[in-house]
C-alpha cells in the first residue's frame, strides 16, 4: 500500500466529517472491520457506521490526520499518526491513532483495525 492510498483513505474519512457523512466515513472499512474506541467497547462491521453517526450528532464537525509513520508487510499496512478532532473551530481533542489496512480480495485497501488514544488528561471525576 502506497504512502498515496493511504493518504487517499484519510482524505474520504476526513471528507466525511466535513461533510457530516457517517456513510462516508465508514467507507474506508472492511466489512468486518474492528474500531477501539478510548472508553468504549470495541465496534465491528455494519454498527462502524452507527457508531461515526452518534460522533456526527455529538457536534463534531471536523477532524485532520497525520501520518507519522507506515509499515507494509505483504497484504497488511499499519498507518500509525496523531489526529485532531474539531468542533466548528474549535480542537476539542488531540491524539494519536493507528489503523491496520488489509488488502481486500478485489485488490483495494481497507482498514481493518482502529484504535486511538487521546494526549488530553482524563475528564476530572465528580466528587461525591
Known amino acids: 500500500m502506497s504512502r498515496r492510498e493511504i493518504d487517499a483513505l484519510n482524505a474520504t474519512f476526513v471528507a466525511g466529517f466535513e461533510k457530516s457523512d ?3 466515513v465508514a467507507s474506508v472499512y472492511a466489512a468486518d472491520a474492528r474500531l477501539l474506541p478510548p472508553g468504549s467497547q470495541s465496534v465491528t462491521g455494519a454498527a462502524i457506521q452507527e457508531y461515526w453517526q452518534g460522533v456526527l450528532d455529538s457536534g463534531v464537525t471536523g477532524c485532520v490526520l497525520h501520518t507519522t509513520s507506515t509499515a507494509e508487510h505483504g497484504d497488511v499496512t499499519i498507518d500509525e499518526g496523531r489526529y ?6 474549535e480542537v476539542v481533542d488531540t491524539g494519536h491513532y493507528v489503523t491496520v489496512h488489509d488488502r481486500q480480495s478485489d485488490g ?3 482498514c481493518d483495525l482502529d484504535i486511538w488514544n487521546s494526549s488530553r488528561p482524563p ?3 465528580p466528587s461525591r
Do not use: H, K, Q
Open 84 to 89: 485532531e478532532i474539531r468542533v466548528g473551530d
Open 22 to 24: 457517517a456513510a462516508m
Open 123 to 125: 475528564a476530572p471525576r
Open 108 to 110: 483495494t485497501w481497507a
